[in-house]
Nanobody
Framework: QVELVESGGASVQAGGALRLSCKASRYGSCMAWFRQTIGKEREGVAA?????ITTTAPSVRDRFIVSQVEKILYLQMNNLKPEDTSIYYC??????????????????WGQGTQVTVSS
């Protein structure tokens, strides 16, 4: 079992920045950030494997940076836009054989943290 606790969500104006954090109770082979708004599927945002390889969704690649320091996963979000408004979830897996940005790859999920971007 991996417990994940997200923090850092807030309400900001467009153009602002936030850093999300996810503290894990132990290491997973890969960890990722997803986001989901009501009525939409959960979307993979960025992920990192235990060997340090990262991947970021093309839609946010020029603005979001994922990193991991020990058992804490971070998501630096810059130049935020209203369409970034969502609940952001942290996820982890013991085995990462699928796509790093696919929700089906992950077993463990946090409770989510709300990010609201106003125009």
């Amino acid at each position: 079992q991996v417990e994940l606790v997200e923090s850092g969500g807030a309400s900001v104006q467009a153009g602002g920045a936030l850093r999300l954090s996810c503290k894990a109770s132990r290491y997973g082979s890969c960890m990722a950030w997803f986001r989901q708004t009501i009525g939409k599927e959960r979307e993979g945002v960025a992920a990192v494997k235990i060997d340090g390889i990262t991947t970021t969704a093309p839609s946010v690649r020029d603005r979001f940076i994922v990193s991991q320091v020990e058992k804490i996963l971070y998501l630096q979000m810059n130049n935020l836009k209203p369409e970034d408004t969502s609940i952001y979830y942290c996820a982890a897996a013991d085995w990462c054989s699928g796509s790093l940005l696919s929700a089906s790859t992950y077993t463990y999920w946090g409770q989510g943290t709300q990010v609201t971007v106003s125009s």
